[in-house]
Nanobody, 123 residues
């Protein structure tokens, strides 16, 4: 059974930084495409970033390019999302998930999900 546990969320002022972690068990992330999504109140879950295992590629939604970095530590079986220059519109619950197949931007193409970690950015 795959278990993903996110941590690292919190309250931060605009312009600040946070590092989210996603610790995985029940799978080896070195052979998994891992993604981050977020969901703000009243909005649909949206793609944030993904890291692919085969080529080591990373993809980001436009709104976070240049501010967020997705990274992985295969030895720790953990995926990270480093967030800087945070904006109030980044406020959301952030989830990590394992990609199954298909496009990376569609949450329906992901299997296992963590419980999420709240990120709140104050203005």
């Amino acid at each position: 059974q795959v278990l993903l546990v996110e941590s690292g969320g919190g309250l931060v002022q605009a312009g600040g930084s946070l590092r989210l972690s996603c610790a995985a068990s029940g799978l080896t992330i070195s052979r998994a495409d891992m993604g981050w999504f977020r969901q703000a109140p009243g909005k649909e879950r949206e793609f944030v970033a993904v890291t692919t295992w085969r080529l080591g590629s990373t993809y980001y939604t436009d709104s976070v390019k240049g501010r967020f970095t997705i990274d992985r530590d295969n030895a720790k079986n953990t995926v990270y999302l480093l967030m800087s220059s945070l904006k109030p519109e980044d406020t959301a619950v952030y989830y990590c998930a394992t990609h199954r197949s298909g496009t990376y931007y569609d949450s329906r193409n992901y299997d296992s999900w963590g419980q999420g970690t709240q990120v709140t950015v104050s203005s």
